[in-house]
């Protein structure tokens, strides 16, 4: 069968307002072949960030992608590199696949992450060989997080600082949590993420909710939202609470940044 071919859009903010200019180089880690004699090699696709808008070469928004697990689709586990030179911010990337689920379009920012990409299942553009990994993906995972048991009172938060050798957390792509446990009747989870910056500041705090045992990921703005450019971000905390009294839901949480 023919490859699914999803149409990847994106909007870029910053401190809630569109990023102004960018660019967007994606490529696919190996050739792929569709089962019928359909070949798509490793060749790069170098879009474009306008006033936070993602255009694909043709200057349209959104950039038309293979989908990298259709059944006849060889080899498995292709993925794509996104790298992104957004202005005001440093140059990061990301690991993504594309499911032929998504189809006919999806936004870049909820593609499903790969972390950390395999050496060996990188290809460089143009021909064999492999191409050298980029900076190494930051992730923070939590531990489960519990409401109190009053409602609509968060319970202990859990914090993330720097890695050795660095100054601030790095630019977060995305955050999503994982809700499990119990829910009762119209009950609603709502996990916080609040940012701590090298002025002593905080930021508004961001939110994630759910009303079942289900992962939801942050929007994209949401996520922008907790940069603040001229500061470096030295925390990030998370806790999560309930609409009702002694919940037994618990959330666990995980963020995906670019560790320079």
Partial sequence: MPFTQVLVT????????????????????????????????????????????????????????????????????????????????????????????????????????????SLDNLQAPGGAGSASLPPTSWVWLTDPLAPAAAAATPGTSQTATPAAGYSGIPLIAYIQAAFSGSFGMSETATVTITATYSDDTASSAETVSSTTATTQQMTPAAVATLHKNGVTMTAIAATVESSIANSGVTATVKAVGLQA
């Fill in 10 to 117: 994106a909007v870029f903010t910053s401190g809630g307002k569109p990023i102004p200019v960018g660019v967007i180089t994606i490529t696919p880690s190996r050739e792929m072949t569709d089962g019928a004699g359909i070949v798509a090699t490793v060749n790069e696709t170098v879009c474009t960030i306008s006033q936070g808008i993602l255009l694909g070469p043709a200057g349209t928004p959104g950039v038309t992608l293979n989908a990298t697990d259709d059944p006849t689709t060889t080899p498995p586990n292709v993925f794509y590199t996104a790298s992104i030179e957004a202005s005001g911010h440093l140059p990061y990337q990301l690991y993504v696949s594309v499911p032929h689920a998504d189809s006919p379009q999806v936004d870049l920012l909820s593609l499903p992450q790969v972390v950390p990409p």
